[in-house]
């Protein structure tokens, strides 16, 4: 090999060094920029509900500063354009409570049922069959759920109940239930499925009936599972907006008679924000202080879900 030759080697030895280390560093500086990277897209959501709640005190504060906090969270009159306002969200926070028992007496004994039947009953066939088509109602918009709780289930319900009204609680309590089915069914049966087998087997060993085992073993184990499905069905039936829009009315009546028409904490955040409320106005910043309710109730609801999961979890 002539000294040329030689020396065209060295050249393209130390070019392939020098692009190495141009990788290399490149590499290095991905390496270093991907957890910043990672770090600016984990805090969006937490800036985004720092953000919410910001607004909701700030906006929430300038209410209570033109009405009485006493009078909002004691007042069981909601007037708020008459000549001489009234805003007290008592009937606001009847609605939501009401409609959302209402919902949950539904929900919770066929969810529950339904949980049971899929994970110790059912057959791996049936299982696969079932529980896709149930978590399809999950999928179904709530607008519809709003109409066909308007169009269907309250005609249906004047049959027997000629005093209901047009608008009333009890037909979009129901349909929220039914709206509600997949999530405590999917999450129950989730908490069962989790339980050994060898527990089950045990039980059977020892002379157990199939649902003595269901009802004495498997339900207790998934316990915590089983109220968290709970307590987020209910939850999610007091920030439900559409149904209770639509087939509620917008009523404030403070009255415990489910053929009357209510309103709930959603629906009048729903009426304001598309009504003529100009801002700066009172009714307007009462918005904010019955979103504010609202979030509170949300809040304490998925709080407590974490507790009971937490405080009763059983690990195997």
Not at 66 to 94: A, C, K, M
């Amino acid at each position: 090999m002539n000294n040329k030759e030689e020396q065209t080697q060295t050249v393209r030895v130390k070019s392939l060094i020098e692009k190495n280390k141009q990788k290399k560093s490149l590499l290095s500086f991905g390496e270093k920029a991907v957890p910043s990277i990672l770090l600016v897209f984990a805090m969006v959501s937490i800036l985004t509900t720092v953000g919410i709640v910001f607004v909701l005190i700030s906006e929430t504060f300038e209410f209570f500063q033109r009405v009485s906090i006493i009078e909002f969270f004691t007042g069981t009159v909601l007037r708020p354009l008459s000549q001489n306002p009234e805003f007290g969200v008592l009937p606001l926070v009847n609605g939501t409570i009401i409609s959302s028992l209402i919902a949950m007496v539904v929900a919770g004994p066929i969810g529950m049922m339904t949980a049971i039947y899929l994970s110790e009953y059912a057959t791996d066939k049936t299982r696969r069959t079932l529980k896709p088509a149930l978590e399809v109602l999950a999928g179904i918009p709530t607008i519809v759920y709003g109409f066909f709780a308007f169009t269907f289930v309250t005609p249906f319900l004047r049959q027997f109940i000629p005093e209901l009204g047009a608008t009333n609680i009890l037909a979009p309590g129901l349909v929220m239930g039914i709206m509600i089915i997949p999530m405590i069914a999917s999450l129950s049966e989730d908490a069962m499925s989790s339980v050994p087998n060898a527990m089950r087997e045990g039980a059977l060993a020892l002379g157990a009936t199939k649902l003595e085992v269901t009802l004495r073993v498997v339900v207790p184990a998934a316990f915590s599972g089983i109220v968290a499905s709970f307590v987020l069905g209910i939850s999610r039936a007091i920030g439900e907006t559409m149904i209770v829009a639509i087939a509620s009315g917008s009523s404030k009546n403070f009255t415990f008679d489910l053929t009357q028409s209510m309103q709930t904490m959603t629906a009048y955040v729903v009426e304001v924000a598309g009504g003529d409320a100009s801002p700066g106005s009172t009714i307007y910043y009462s918005l904010y202080a019955v979103a504010m309710t609202l979030f509170v109730f949300t809040l304490l609801m998925n709080v407590l879900a974490r507790y009971i999961s937490r405080r009763f979890r059983e690990e195997y």
